[in-house]
């Protein structure tokens, strides 16, 4: 089993940037797909970003966020940048062994197996 503990949230100011982590348990982290998703207020979960085979990204977040990964540390990284007021969320990590054999399936909730509890991204106008 896969444990997966976001880190990193917190407030920012519009145009300014924060970087998001999840760290996972495991022994072959390296052979997991990693996704972010988010959720805001009163809206459905979103795709956000994912990084495994090849990495994807939503056009709303496309040119500003950054999705990386430390296989040595476990971790998955979201790097954002410009943040918008739109981009505030919880913030996601999702897991799912191996890779997916369509593109469009790395942005399905249901293709991921492990799920962290979130970290808050707030970002002020």
């Known amino acids: 089993q896969v444990q997966l503990v976001e880190s990193g949230g917190g407030l920012v100011q519009a145009g300014g940037s924060l970087r998001v982590s999840c760290a996972a348990s495991?022994?072959?982290?390296?052979?997991?797909?990693m996704a972010w998703f988010r959720q805001a207020p009163g809206k459905e979960r979103e795709f956000v970003g994912s990084i495994g085979g090849r990495t994807f990204y939503a056009d709303s977040v496309k040119g500003r966020f950054t999705i990386s990964r430390d296989n040595a540390k476990n971790t998955v990284y979201l790097q954002m940048n410009s943040l918008k007021p739109e981009d505030t969320a919880v913030y996601y990590c999702?897991?799912?062994?191996?890779?997916?054999?369509?593109?469009?399936?790395?942005?399905?909730?249901?293709?991921?197996?492990?799920w962290g509890q979130g970290t808050q991204v707030t970002v002020s106008s």
């Open positions: 999702a897991a799912r062994y191996g890779i997916l054999y369509s593109v469009s399936d790395y942005a399905k909730s249901p293709e991921y197996d492990y």
């Open positions: 495991g022994r072959t982290f390296s052979a997991y797909t």
